[in-house]
């Protein structure tokens, strides 16, 4: 069964410091994963998604495949970093092409 | 362009109610998805919509039904409301080559007393 399991409901780190938001996932097949984040009082939007490797607001996900996980990471974290981040997976087609599964979320709270 | 609307903000049921929620997808798009999200908990697939169809469903019994107009707006109805479905209910949208390209609605709060 698909699942994301995101251990840390709270993360709180010091402006400056480095910080990394956990994700492991199960899934039987070779899944999509993404980030989502959701500033205070925004709507929930798209951070980055593994297929596209890229860097967005200076966060990075590498997708482990052997490990089973999908952390989110940033060298220097800063103020405005702080708010709810969801880790997701879509299955690559089939019955599941475009639902998404999402784990509980993590709140990250940077401190100045 | 709005994004994704969805209407209304808040909505007060009392149990044994029923309750349609509302969203106009983003200019462009043509599929939409409808997710539960549990205090606390992340967001849980309902249904996805697309061609004036319910493509895929998740785990959620017949009371929660939805209908795709013409328009590619959708609406998410909840038949006879349980405590349980205090919520609040996100609509996202995308385009049906690009489903996992959503865009979320900022969400209709829904309480169940």
């Known amino acids: 069964a698909q699942r994301v399991t995101q251990p840390e409901k709270l993360l709180s780190v010091f402006k400056g410091a480095p910080v990394e938001l956990k994700c492991n996932y199960s899934?039987?097949?070779?899944?999509?994963l993404f980030w989502y984040v959701q500033y205070s009082r925004q709507r929930l939007q798209l951070l980055l998604r593994?297929?596209s490797r890229e860097s967005i607001k200076g966060f990075t996900a590498d997708l482990n495949k052997g490990e089973t996980s999908f952390h989110l990471k940033k060298p220097f974290a800063q103020e405005e970093d702080s708010a709810m981040y969801y880790c997701?997976?879509?299955?690559?087609?089939?019955?599941?092409?475009?639902?998404?599964?999402f784990g509980r979320g993590t709140q990250l709270t940077v401190w100045p | 362009d709005a994004g994704v609307t969805q209407s209304p903000t808040h909505l007060i049921k009392t149990r044994g109610q029923q309750v349609t929620l509302r969203c106009s997808p983003k200019?462009?798009?043509?599929?939409v998805s409808w997710y539960q999200q549990a205090l606390g908990q992340g967001p849980q697939f309902i249904f996805q919509y697309y061609e004036e169809e319910e493509r895929q469903r998740g785990n959620f019994p017949d009371r929660f039904s939805g209908h795709q107009f013409p328009n590619y707006s959708s609406e998410l109805n909840v038949n006879a409301l349980l405590l349980g479905d205090s919520a609040l209910y996100l609509c996202?949208?995308?385009?049906?080559?690009?489903?996992?390209?959503?865009?979320f609605g900022s969400g209709t709060r829904l309480t169940v007393v």
């Open positions: 997701a997976l879509s299955g690559p087609g089939g019955s599941t092409l475009g639902r998404l599964y």
């Open positions: 899934y039987s097949g070779s899944p999509e």
């Open positions: 200019s462009g798009h043509d599929t």
């Open positions: 996202a949208s995308s385009l049906a080559l690009e489903l996992r390209g959503y865009t």
């Open positions: 593994h297929i």
